[in-house]
């Protein structure tokens, strides 16, 4: 019995960096026809023309931002040329943070943290490129979050517009979207339409075939042999599709391999996966989360604690009155906050007739769950 069971300095990891969510593999299946696509749209920055803008669009999980990343290695493989710069718009999501970040990768140093202007940002950014004579290719991830902030022509319009400023200069967008409600060509402003006109590449959710070969690839690259066998890998990708996001499935392969550690075992068993799932299932719910502000942070907490009080539908007045003290939160504020929960998932905003339209809310997970991550 005791030669089944791990050794307080093993590991039943090969390479524990493929579970990772960030982590690009070498071997990406699956997306050959949107990443030659994608490829075709950034071309001609090759030729010191601005590149074709893009919106790459499909729910998470659907390899959108592993095939951007590929795109720009090659690129930075390639030519010094085009620049390509990646931003995460849950992080960075104001125009100045944005073009801090995009000033970072052009000049090799973020701006002085103060007294700083965006003008003297941006008119940094356009002489290093028209002296380096090169053309920008800007990435924003989660596009969708600029609008939830009401962002978006802020940042589009100085990028797309760029050249009447600065003759010469050249810059080209990816958009990625992952909020298949949003139409990010008609939700810009004119201004920004008129040179926006971007090509929309759509990435398809995954079948559960093409699931199950992406987390093989996985378990054989990250894990030592026989440590997940076929029927658990099944049982894997079972999970995984409840949830329609690759990244669950990844995740989950990870924790459970770390709770069968835990136990001292030498493979991953069902009961690991199950363990495993609880916390898996809460992705999406725990980056959503990462990416609020303090403030809406404070009255999603307040939903949460209304919803585990009374397990029904609630109204937003009803809502509103019971979070306003407590976050100090104009209404017009907080309908916005509501509006950008309901866009990212976090809760369904409908409407019930009667006596005019009265708006309900109702969170989307467990309000258990949701304090529980507010509060990590």
């Not at 989660?142 to 319009?157: G, H, P, Q, S, T």
């Not at 006109?197 to 990250?222: A, C, D, K, N, W």
């Not at 404070?298 to 003290?325: H, N, P, Q, T």
């Amino acid at each position: 019995m005791k030669k089944n069971l791990l050794m307080w300095d093993e590991t039943l990891f090969r390479d524990p960096e493929v579970f990772e969510i960030d982590y690009v593999p070498e071997q990406f299946n699956h997306r050959d026809a949107q990443i030659r696509e994608l490829a075709f749209q950034v071309r001609p920055g090759l030729r010191g023309v601005r590149p074709q803008n893009t919106i790459c669009r499909g729910l998470p999980g659907t390899g959108k931002t592993t095939s951007v990343k590929k795109v720009f290695a090659e690129i930075e493989e390639t030519t010094k040329k085009l620049v390509p710069v990646y931003i995460n718009c849950q992080i960075d999501n104001t125009k100045f943070a944005i073009f801090s970040q995009i000033y970072r990768r052009v000049t090799g140093h973020l701006p002085p943290a103060s007294g700083t202007s965006f003008k003297q940002v941006f008119d940094a950014i356009a002489r290093t490129l028209l002296r380096e004579e090169q053309v920008l290719l800007v990435a924003l991830d989660d596009a969708n979050y600029l609008l939830y902030e009401n962002e978006i022509n802020r940042v589009l319009y100085p990028l797309l517009r760029s050249h009447e400023a600065y003759p010469g200069v050249r810059i080209g967008v990816i958009a990625i979207v992952s909020d298949m409600s949003v139409s990010l060509q008609s939700e810009v402003d004119a201004r920004v339409a008129s040179v926006f006109r971007p090509t929309e590449i759509y990435f398809p959710p995954y079948s559960e075939e093409e699931i199950h070969g992406i987390l093989e690839e996985r378990v054989l690259q990250g894990l030592y042999p026989n440590v997940l066998r076929p029927e658990i890998l099944d049982l894997v990708v079972e999970q995984t599709m409840k949830n329609g996001d690759l990244r669950v499935g990844i995740d989950l392969l990870k924790r459970a391999t770390l709770n069968a550690e835990k136990e001292a075992r030498r493979c991953v068993e069902r009961e690991d996966v199950c363990k495993a799932y609880e916390v898996s299932r809460y992705l999406h719910l725990a980056y959503s989360i990462r990416a609020l502000r303090d403030d809406e942070r404070e009255v999603l907490a307040g939903i949460a604690e209304m919803s585990a009080r009374d397990d029904r539908e609630m109204s937003a007045g009803d809502v509103y009155r019971f979070v306003k003290d407590q976050v100090g939160v104009g209404y017009t504020k907080y309908y916005e906050m509501i509006r950008k929960f309901d866009a990212m998932r976090l809760l369904n905003l409908h409407y019930r007739q009667g006596r005019g339209r009265t708006r309900l809310i109702s969170l989307r997970y467990d309000p258990k769950r949701v304090l529980e991550h507010l509060r990590q």
